[in-house]
């Protein structure tokens, strides 16, 4: 059984940064391009940044963190990463981790595992 856990998250100010982890376990983990996701209150849940399973680890983001967040993996440890620098209030969110197996980008991603969230608040 697929297990996804996040952690990392916290209260952050404005312009400072934050590393999430997500550790990975019950599935071949190689296989699978890897996600991260965040949810603001009232708002749909969007794909923000995510990292392919191939050799070259293939990275995209959105328009809203380009830049600013870098996505990466571990596959020897099963781990999944966000550094997030330069964050602002509006980066203030639950932040998930997913999978999909095979290739995905960010603009057609569509989980098949789903971490169960890490809250990321920045104040200004």
């Known amino acids: 059984q697929a297990h996804l856990v996040e952690s990392g998250g916290g209260s952050v100010k404005s312009g400072g940064s934050l590393r999430l982890s997500c550790a990975a376990s019950g599935y071949t983990y190689k296989d699978y391009s890897m996600g991260w996701f965040r949810q603001a209150p009232g708002k749909e849940r969007e794909g923000i940044a995510v990292?392919?399973?191939?050799?070259?680890?293939?990275?995209t983001y959105s328009d809203s963190v380009k830049g600013r967040f870098t996505i990466s993996r571990d596959d020897a440890k099963n781990t999944l990463y966000l550094q997030m620098n330069s964050l602002k209030p509006e980066d203030t969110a639950m932040y998930y981790c997913?999978?999909?197996?095979?290739?995905?980008?960010?603009?057609?991603?569509?989980?098949?595992?789903w971490g169960q969230g890490t809250q990321v608040t920045v104040s200004s």
């Open positions: 990292i392919d399973f191939t050799s070259k680890q293939i990275a």
């Open positions: 997913a999978a999909e197996w095979g290739w995905c980008d960010v603009t057609n991603m569509s989980p098949e595992y």
